[in-house]
């Protein structure tokens, strides 16, 4: 099938080699941080966990939600969900290649990385970090491969996919609550150590993986033949209705316990993000955006009329999915070092080079979708040419 | 075969290309062997030239797992001397020079072991 | 009566920390507890080391010692043992009325070597544990660099090599390793002088003689001796990390 991949037209090669392009760059950009250190991005002895680990927190609840789509379909038979589920395990894929790029683009000793495998600690979470992210992978691709080279013969699954499938969908509950794991049992850092981490997370993400999910269809159906229909868009657009909703609701509950409170460990986390702390606003212009972003969805979202026109559609799952970036892709991590255990605030913000590498690892995933999306419509005979 | 020649010289042309330093190293003459000085004021190393050529890089792996995780820090080598586990401060007290004893053998087989990047070598040895 | 007894307790700890160079390191045989071997800890003198105004002279030996680098810029700095302000090192402690020579100071910081390290549940590779005899060991071998610990650490004792620390290095000393970029290190109580009965570098450099490092498994020693007659506070106890680097206050 993967022959696929190699007829295209302009467009599609097009796009390819302008990722290939942002991959470059990443790759110089990176080759500069191996030879040099971590020094060149903004991080720093206080602020030790920066835009890397927001983008594989983020991404790690994409990769997870593509059980919002596997779940229905699987366990309770939801037909019309069945030209999606190949296109949610593409994305999660995609999402998990990306999470793994980001960590090793973090380590300061990438060479080594092969120590976790080589001495494993059950003790840490990120030795269980590595293995559910593995399992997750080996899993989609064998659940993907095998359902898409079905479709292709045009027979039925064999039936020992089945059971993988199911098991599929705890583990993909288990990648996200184990990467909220990480955070939240450290007792050094009052931000993260909620047992709500875990819960907003899996909202979070179920709200803006279905989001991505429901942009990339639309996007699709308009570049080829592809079209689901609307009812999947819809119940997926439900789906993310419900999810931002306990999401901003978990928010919220975070906000009253460490306000309400007034313990200053945890009182400070909370005035850096919304209104500064020690002079450093950094993150106050973006995390009001991001209020204002999720208010403006769940308006478009909860409102039957506007959640099922396309246009306010459309609108309302960007808007879910940059609040939710920028929650967890900017706020969340950074906030956990600020004020710092001693008491100090240190500024961050990614650098250039930084940046660079990650918009190069972005470009990896896109283009990780685009070819097995090309695939998967080549075999479905709906690609336009 | 279809196209049986244009397979047989791109066979040919491959093997003569990948097989390039097997051959080369046979018809001209290779880099000489490095000879290494052996220190005068001891006379022996903590076990003998040929096991220590052929398994020094195990010594010293084993070493390291004793004194930093183990934190056992000497041993008696199979010739009976007590010795303290290090590079710096027993390997390098005799091989004191680092580019004619170690770096003469590693640029000659292409190896850069990263011992150096932390393990601080004697002075007046360039790296 | 507060005085005289106070100014007599601080001559005999005076008097102890004199003796405890010979005292502080016996062996097995000698005083260790039943049930294994030592359990280094470390006492500071708080107001004796607010005496120096400005003195350093523990860290400068640590830090030459150990090929410790001096980077230029803040952000990347690596230290194993510095002064921070009474707030900072003593979060827990509300401040306000307390004395003023104590609370204006700085407090001598560095890893406390936990009897239950956060850090070192959450390394993935076991490049950091908890020696039996009590030391938070580093393993820079083995290091990948993730930086998880410096997460964990709730007392901020641990830093990164953002860059090659070699270049920022004044002074080498050739019978302690460098560190290579993209490792993790912290105060490993000086592990390396322990089997040759020598006091960790910095106790050693304290002309104030501040410092005190000794067994607490060995009920005689003179930590144990101290921590019976005065009051010590440690960083953060409420955490549960039980810290073994005590405060005279």
Redesign the interface.
């Known amino acids: 099938m993967l022959e696929k991949a190699l007829v295209g037209n302009r467009s599609y090669w097009g796009w390819l080699a302008l990722l290939a392009g942002v991959i470059a760059v990443g790759a110089f950009f990176y080759l500069r941080q191996f030879a040099?250190?971590?020094?060149i991005t903004g991080?720093?002895?206080?602020v030790?966990?920066g835009f890397y680990i927001a983008q594989f927190t983020f991404l790690v609840g994409v990769a997870a939600s593509a059980v919002m789509v596997v779940l229905p379909y699987y366990l309770h038979n939801y037909k019309a969900f069945g030209k999606m589920t190949i296109l949610g395990e593409f994305l999660a894929i995609a999402a998990v290649i990306m999470c793994m790029l980001f960590i090793f683009v973090?380590?300061?000793?990438?060479t080594?990385?092969l120590?976790?495998i080589?001495?494993p600690?059950p003790?840490?979470?990120?030795?269980w970090d590595?293995v559910s992210l593995s399992g997750y992978l080996v899993l989609n691709v064998l659940i993907s491969h095998v359902t898409l080279d079905a479709e292709r013969k045009g027979i039925a699954p064999p039936s020992w996919i089945k059971p993988i499938i199911i098991l599929s969908i705890p583990w993909a509950i288990s990648i996200h609550t184990v990467t909220a794991f990480?955070y939240s049992g450290?007792?050094?850092?009052p931000f993260w150590m909620t047992a709500v981490l875990a819960p907003r997370f899996l909202a979070s993400a179920f709200a803006a993986g279905p989001a991505l999910l429901i942009l990339m269809t639309l996007l699709i159906r308009r570049l080829t033949r592809f079209d689901p229909g609307r009812e999947p868009l819809q119940r997926l657009a439900v789906i993310v209705t419900y999810a931002m909703t306990i999401n901003v609701f978990l928010i919220l509950m975070e906000l009253f316990t460490g306000l309400y409170s007034a313990i200053p460990?945890h009182v400070a986390h909370f005035k850096f993000l919304y209104l500064g702390l020690d002079g450093n606003t950094t993150l106050v212009p973006w995390m009001w955006t991001s209020v204002a972003l999720s208010v403006v969805a769940l308006v478009l979202l909860l409102n039957p009329h506007t959640r099922g026109k396309e246009t306010t559609l459309i609108a309302a799952c960007l808007a879910v999915f940059l609040s939710i970036w920028i929650d967890k892709g900017l706020g969340m991590v950074v906030t956990?070092?600020v004020p710092?255990?001693?008491?100090?605030v240190?500024s961050y913000w990614p650098t250039l080079p930084e940046v660079a590498i990650s918009l190069g690892i972005y470009a990896i995933g896109a283009l990780v979708i685009t070819v097995f999306y090309h695939i998967a419509l080549s075999v479905r005979g709906e690609i336009a040419h | 075969m279809y196209d049986g020649g244009k397979i047989l010289a791109g066979i040919a042309i491959f093997l003569v290309a990948v097989l390039l330093p097997v051959w080369h190293n046979a018809v001209v003459a290779s880099a000489p062997r490095p000879e290494v000085k052996t220190p005068t004021h001891e006379k022996q190393c903590v076990d003998s030239a040929a096991v220590m050529r052929a398994s020094h890089m195990n010594v010293l792996n084993q070493w390291r797992e004793a004194v930093v995780r183990e934190g056992v820090r000497t041993t008696v080598t199979p010739t009976g001397m007590t010795v303290s586990m290090s590079l710096t401060r027993t390997c390098m007290n005799c091989h004191a020079n680092k580019k004619e004893f170690c770096d003469a053998c590693h640029n000659y087989l292409a190896v850069s072991p990263t011992c150096w990047e932390c393990h601080v070598e004697p002075k007046g040895s360039s790296s | 009566m507060k005085a005289g007894r106070r100014s007599f307790l601080k001559n005999a700890g005076l008097g102890a920390l004199g003796l405890a160079a010979s005292k502080a390191f016996p062996t097995n045989a000698e005083g260790a507890a039943a049930g294994g071997g030592p359990r280094w800890a470390m006492l500071i003198d708080t107001r004796k080391c607010l005496q120096e105004k400005g003195c350093a002279k523990c860290a400068e030996a640590c830090h030459l010692a150990h090929n410790v680098p001096t980077l230029p810029?803040p952000?990347?700095?690596?230290k194993w043992i510095w002064k921070?302000?009474f707030?900072?090192?003593f979060?827990d402690q509300e401040a306000e009325y307390f004395d003023e020579v104590l609370t204006s100071s700085k407090m001598l910081?560095f890893c406390n070597h936990c009897d239950k390290p956060?850090c070192t549940?959450?390394?993935?590779?076991?490049?950091t544990w908890r020696r039996g005899d009590g030391v938070v060991m580093m393993d820079w071998h083995?290091?990948?660099?993730?930086?998880?610990c410096?997460?964990?650490?709730?007392?901020?004792s641990r830093?990164?090599?953002?860059?090659?620390p070699r270049p920022h290095l004044a002074n080498i000393t050739p019978t302690y390793p460098t560190r290579?970029?993209?490792?993790?290190e912290k105060c490993t109580f000086c592990e390396e002088r322990l089997p040759e009965h020598r006091p960790p570098a910095c106790v050693e450099a304290c002309e104030a003689r501040a410092m005190m490092f000794g067994d607490l498994a060995d009920p005689t020693s003179e930590i144990r001796e101290v921590l019976r007659t005065r009051f010590a506070v440690r960083r953060r106890p409420g955490?549960?990390?039980h810290p073994e680097i005590f405060y005279l206050v």
């Not at chain 3, 083995?142 to 998880?148: D, K, P």
């Not at chain 3, 410096?150 to 901020?156: F, I, L, N």
């Not at chain 3, 830093?159 to 090659?164: G, I, L, M, Q, R």
């Open positions: 040099v250190g971590l020094g991080l720093s002895r206080d030790t966990w973090d380590m300061g000793q990438p080594r990385v120590n976790v080589l001495y600690t003790k840490s979470l990120m030795f590595m990480l450290l007792a050094a850092r460990e956990g070092f710092s255990p001693l008491g100090h240190t | 810029n952000r990347h700095a690596v921070e302000n707030r900072e090192a979060p910081v956060p549940r959450v390394c993935p590779t076991q490049a083995r290091c990948i660099g993730c930086r998880y410096v997460a964990a650490c709730p007392y901020g830093s990164f090599n953002w860059v090659d290579t970029r993209g490792v993790v955490l549960g990390t």
